[in-house]
């Protein structure tokens, strides 16, 4: 996976991309989960992304027919390599493939940089920055991850958090990023909690159990901080944490929220 590049401050405005198609090849393929694999593209045409936004990946089989599925970046910054991470999803049309069988040297199209209202820029000469609340489930951590990266990179002083709801210990994405966004915490600080629903890590003093409403009063940061919020997990996961927010006092006007089904 790429490391992002600095991002432009806001101080000298976000950059403006228009969305277009471009030719992209496989990179790189690896396991990311027992369900899932992370998959690099190559695209030389790349304009640069955000940390939050997505693509359209289109795959064209030898006979021409053509299927289209929206992923988030798991990358960003101004490289031309775009990191994907894709679950697989047993009665997709797409997934199954992504997961199974493409390969290095694969060919395939994307359309983007897509979706600003999810994004999240650092702004490393803030005097008084803004806390960020990252609250993900299962694959949801995608498109935070580049959040987190661009975070640590640009040793921005806002105070981050993720909470991250997953199965078991091998169903997290990224670990190995999260590990170095947790001990870069000295330079751009960031807490992370793990909740496992189904077994939780050798050693851990808190049992397995579903993400509640209490579990997350107690981590994430309280409404009177003006945190901005971002939630992206499966519709009833988000659905969910979104009621809870709300029943806690946070502010709507302060989450952004992404779901993501079956493809």
Same mark, same amino acid.
């Given at each position: 996976?790429?490391?992002?590049?600095?991002?432009?401050?806001?101080?000298?405005?976000?950059? *403006? &991309?228009?969305?277009?198609?471009?030719?992209?090849?496989?990179?790189?393929?690896?396991?990311?989960?027992? &369900?899932?694999?992370?998959?690099?593209?190559?695209?030389?045409?790349?304009?640069?992304? @955000?940390?939050?936004?997505?693509?359209?990946? *289109?795959?064209?089989?030898? @006979?021409?027919?053509?299927?289209?599925?929206?992923?988030?970046?798991?990358?960003?910054?101004? !490289?031309?390599?775009?990191?994907?991470?894709? @679950?697989?999803?047993?009665?997709?049309?797409?997934?199954?493939?992504?997961? /199974?069988?493409? =390969?290095? !040297?694969?060919?395939?199209?994307?359309? !983007?940089?897509?979706?600003?209202?999810?994004?999240?820029?650092?702004?490393?000469?803030?005097?008084?920055?803004?806390?960020?609340? #990252?609250?993900?489930?299962?694959?949801?951590?995608?498109?935070?991850?580049?959040?987190?990266?661009?975070?640590?990179?640009?040793?921005?002083?806002?105070?981050?958090?993720?909470?991250?709801?997953? *199965?078991?210990?091998?169903?997290?994405?990224?670990? &190995?990023?999260?590990?170095?966004?947790?001990?870069?915490?000295?330079?751009?600080?960031?807490?992370? /909690?793990?909740?496992?629903?189904?077994?939780?890590?050798?050693?851990?003093?808190?049992?397995?159990? *579903?993400?509640?409403?209490?579990?997350?009063?107690?981590?994430?940061?309280?409404?009177? =901080?003006?945190?901005?919020?971002?939630?992206?997990?499966?519709?009833?996961?988000?659905?969910?944490? #979104?009621?809870? #927010?709300?029943?806690?006092?946070? @502010?709507?006007?302060?989450?952004?929220?992404?779901?993501? !089904?079956?493809?």
């Amino acid at each position: 996976m790429t490391v992002p590049a600095p991002i432009p401050t806001p101080d000298a405005g976000p950059v *403006r &991309r228009r969305p277009s198609w471009h030719p992209a090849t496989v990179a790189e393929v690896a396991p990311e989960t027992p &369900r899932s694999r992370r998959i690099v593209l190559e695209v030389p045409t790349w304009p640069g992304n @955000d940390p939050g936004q997505h693509v359209d990946l *289109r795959l064209t089989a030898e @006979d021409g027919y053509q299927a289209t599925r929206s992923y988030s970046l798991a990358s960003s910054g101004a !490289g031309t390599r775009l990191t994907l991470a894709v @679950d697989r999803v047993d009665d997709g049309e797409v997934s199954p493939f992504l997961v /199974d069988d493409i =390969a290095v !040297g694969d060919a395939v199209d994307v359309h !983007g940089p897509l979706g600003d209202w999810f994004v999240w820029r650092p702004d490393p000469a803030a005097e008084h920055p803004r806390p960020v609340q #990252l609250i993900a489930g299962g694959s949801g951590i995608v498109p935070l991850v580049p959040m987190v990266e661009a975070h640590r990179a640009a040793a921005d002083p806002a105070p981050f958090r993720l909470l991250y709801a997953v *199965r078991t210990p091998e169903d997290v994405y990224f670990r &190995r990023e999260l590990d170095a966004a947790v001990a870069a915490t000295d330079t751009a600080p960031f807490h992370l /909690d793990v909740v496992h629903s189904r077994r939780a890590p050798e050693g851990a003093t808190t049992p397995a159990g *579903r993400l509640t409403r209490a579990t997350l009063a107690a981590v994430v940061f309280p409404p009177e =901080a003006g945190a901005l919020v971002y939630v992206c997990g499966s519709t009833p996961f988000v659905e969910q944490v #979104l009621t809870w #927010l709300g029943g806690l006092g946070h @502010d709507t006007r302060d989450v952004r929220a992404e779901r993501f !089904g079956g493809t």
